[in-house]
């Protein structure tokens, strides 16, 4: 199954995907909240907001084996813990009951920029 973030949005990511998957319909939106809910644990570290609510996750794929694919992105490509973050995304969903593999692929198209962020983002960092 594909979820991608709607990268048309202009706050907070927004999921979106078919309803053809063979994992049952509530197992399948637990284990989104959950996913989102591992990804709100992992911060940029030179910015005080989660990367979700940064808008640094462009897509997640689940899969019917219920590996977990995710596209990111940074909020800018020489960021210093770019070597690092992927592995920090991977733990966090590795850790959500239900998921098998997690691959986390760094994206750089689109560019990320400030309008991907969301309400919640911009109140943390007092960018209105």
């Known amino acids: 199954m594909d979820l991608r973030v709607d990268d048309r949005q202009e706050t907070a990511p927004v999921i979106v995907g078919p309803a053809d998957s063979a994992i049952p ?4 939106e637990r284990l989104t ?4 809910g591992a990804l709100k644990t992992v911060y940029d ?11 640094l996750i462009y897509k997640i794929d689940i899969d019917d084996d ?4 995710i596209d990111m992105t940074l909020t800018a490509p020489g960021c210093p813990v ?10 966090a969903v590795s850790a ?3 998921v ?6 760094m994206v ?8 991907r962020m969301s309400e919640e983002a911009r109140v943390a960092l007092d960018w209105y």
């Not at 319909?25 to 399948?28: H, I, K």
């Not at 750089?108 to 309008?115: E, H």
């Open 25 to 28: 319909a509530e197992e399948l």
């Open 33 to 36: 909240a959950d996913i989102v």
């Open 45 to 55: 570290p030179e910015i005080p907001a989660d990367i979700y609510e940064l808008g």
């Open 66 to 69: 219920r590996n977990v694919d």
């Open 82 to 91: 770019a070597g690092e973050m992927p592995g920090w995304v991977e733990n």
């Open 96 to 98: 959500v009951q239900g």
């Open 100 to 105: 098998n593999d997690v691959r986390v692929r």
């Open 108 to 115: 750089f198209d689109p560019p990320w920029d400030q309008s």
